[in-house]
């Protein structure tokens, strides 16, 4: 009696629908950034419209254990200087895997965890220049103590 190769037929028609899934395409597509993201319009924000393009332009970032101050050094975010006015004591690594974020959606999420306020330099003519970068300072460290020189 013959066998028929059904485990063969049903894997290559489980497969086929899943071929052209968006998950095997190498750049992101831009309806997978989060249309709502909590990301403040005015962060980073200039009114010169190719910055503003290329920094909500979806990306894929895989930063592995990278100290903060060399993600500035590395893509996506080499078309634009970076300076640090006051960096953390330690420079913190930066671990980040995903797919379909904005530069303005990473560089916010990274401000964020990292305690920083960054704002954007501007030329004369509009044009941006560079990111400043300040660290805002350890505001837990004193946290639940009284702080009087009478004590």
Sequence with gaps: MR???????????????????????????????????????????????????????????????????????ESPFTSLSYRFIEQPPEMPLVTVDTLGISRRQLLWSIAHDNNLHMSLKTLPNGHPSEVIIRHRGDTTKYRGTIEREDL
């Design 3 to 73: 066998q028929r190769p059904i485990p063969l037929l049903l894997l290559t028609a489980l497969a086929l629908p899943l071929a052209g899934c968006d998950i095997f395409v190498e750049k992101p597509s831009p309806r997978i950034v989060e249309a709502h993201a909590a990301v403040p319009r005015e962060f980073l924000f200039s009114w010169h419209e190719p910055y503003n393009e290329w920094m909500d332009t979806p990306i894929r970032v895989y930063y592995n254990k990278i100290p903060l101050d060399q993600i500035f050094k």
